[in-house]
């Protein structure tokens, strides 16, 4: 059973408009999510994270938004730029393991020049 | 930022191989991780350690061992390999599990 769902497994959005990549989750005990983004052949890398007790953050071109209520939250790249394209993994800490993040499987943004 | 430095890029074993991946991080942080990645599965987490000699199986640890004798590395043993073992395996490292740091990945084939 996923606790953490990206339900699109692409996206495509032409240069300087908005990327909305979207997440859902089951377990309304996390109490924090973070993006990371991989490119091919390299590690991921940490993007941006939230608080559950927060419902934005916000660095550069990138805001996260979280509505516990909808167990849901979205990253918005705005301008989006073709040096975005890349996977984009939602996660969060595991409630029952001190040492696990769950991982969604990841939405491949691809950016249009 | 902390250095996660994986052994080998790319990997090539036979069935029934045993298959050690190497992993070293430069900044002295407890925690370090194995996943691997496969395509439409996202990363899985295979065995983490939050101290020497310590170690914590993760969601998919069979088939899989692993070590870690000094602070700095993290040792992930395949004892018999397998074709369904060919995958992206990542290391990370972090102080706490709300950063952590990757580094770029052994993919492996076994044939």
């Known amino acids: 059973d996923q606790q953490v769902k990206q339900n699109s497994p692409s996206l495509s959005v032409q240069e300087g408009r908005i990327s909305i990549l979207n997440c859902d989750y089951t377990?309304?005990?996390?109490?924090?999510f973070l993006w990371y983004k991989k490119y091919p052949a390299e590690g991921p890398t940490f993007l941006i994270s939230?608080?559950?007790?927060?419902d934005k953050n916000e660095d550069g071109r990138f805001t996260v938004f979280l509505n516990k209520s909808a167990k849901h939250l979205s990253l918005h790249i705005v301008p989006s730029q073709p040096g975005d394209s890349a996977v984009y993994f939602c996660a969060a800490p595991d409630t029952g393991s001190q040492g696990n993040l769950i991982f969604g499987k990841g939405t491949k943004l691809s950016v249009k020049p | 930022d902390v250095k996660v430095t994986q052994s080998s890029r790319y990997l090539v074993k036979r069935t029934g191989e045993k298959v050690f991946l190497e992993c070293v991080q430069d900044?002295?942080?407890?925690?370090m991780f194995w996943y691997r990645q496969d395509p439409g599965l996202g990363l899985r987490l295979i065995y983490f350690?939050?101290?020497?000699?310590?170690?914590e199986k993760g969601d998919i640890p069979e088939g899989y061992s692993v070590s870690r004798e000094k602070k700095e590395r993290f040792s992930l043993i395949l004892e018999s390999a397998s074709t369904n073992q060919t995958s992206m395996y990542l290391c990370a490292a972090g102080l706490a599990i709300r950063k952590l740091f990757f580094g770029s990945g052994t993919q492996l084939s076994v044939l």
């Open positions: 377990n309304s005990m996390f109490d924090y």
């Open positions: 939230i608080s559950s007790i927060k």
């Open positions: 900044m002295d942080h407890e925690n």
């Open positions: 350690s939050y101290d020497v000699k310590m170690k």
